[in-house]
C-alpha cells in the first residue's frame, strides 16, 4: 500500500469535525460511562469506610479517593480533538461498546477502533 493511500484513510484527528448529532451520541456516551466509573468509586469508597477502625484507614481512604479522582480527570477529557482516543480507552476498559458509539461517523470510528485494538 502506497502512503498517499494510507493518508487518504484517515483524516487527521485534529481535523475531524463532529456534528451536532454526534456529539449528543458522544456526550451521551461519555457521560454513561463516566457514571459508571463514578458509581464504582462510590461502591468502594462505602465498603473501606464501613471497615475503617483506626485513624490511619481514614488516610488510606483519603489516599485511594485523591488517587482515583487524578486518574478520572485523566482519563475523562472531553475535547472532541481527544475524544478518539478517550473512546478506545473506554473501551478497552470495558466501559463502553461500539454500539454505545453507533451514529459516529466511520471517520472516527477508525480511529477509535485503530487506537482500541
Not at 449528543?24 to 461502591?43: C, G, M
Not at 485523591?66 to 480507552?89: G, Q
Amino acid at each position: 500500500m502506497f502512503i498517499s493511500q494510507v493518508r487518504n484513510r484517515y483524516t487527521p484527528l485534529h481535523d475531524l469535525k463532529w456534528s451536532a448529532a454526534e456529539k449528543v451520541i458522544a456526550r451521551k456516551a461519555f457521560d454513561r460511562a463516566l457514571k459508571q466509573e463514578l458509581d464504582a468509586v462510590i461502591e468502594k469508597t462505602k465498603s473501606m469506610a464501613q471497615k475503617i477502625q483506626q485513624p490511619a484507614c481514614v488516610w488510606k481512604l483519603e489516599s485511594f479517593l485523591t488517587k482515583r479522582r487524578n486518574e478520572i480527570d485523566c482519563e475523562y477529557d472531553y475535547r472532541y480533538s481527544i475524544l478518539p482516543f478517550v473512546f478506545s480507552a473506554l473501551i478497552r476498559k470495558g466501559r463502553l461498546s461500539e454500539e454505545d458509539l453507533q451514529g459516529l461517523r466511520e471517520d472516527k470510528m477508525r480511529y477509535i477502533r485503530k487506537f482500541a485494538a
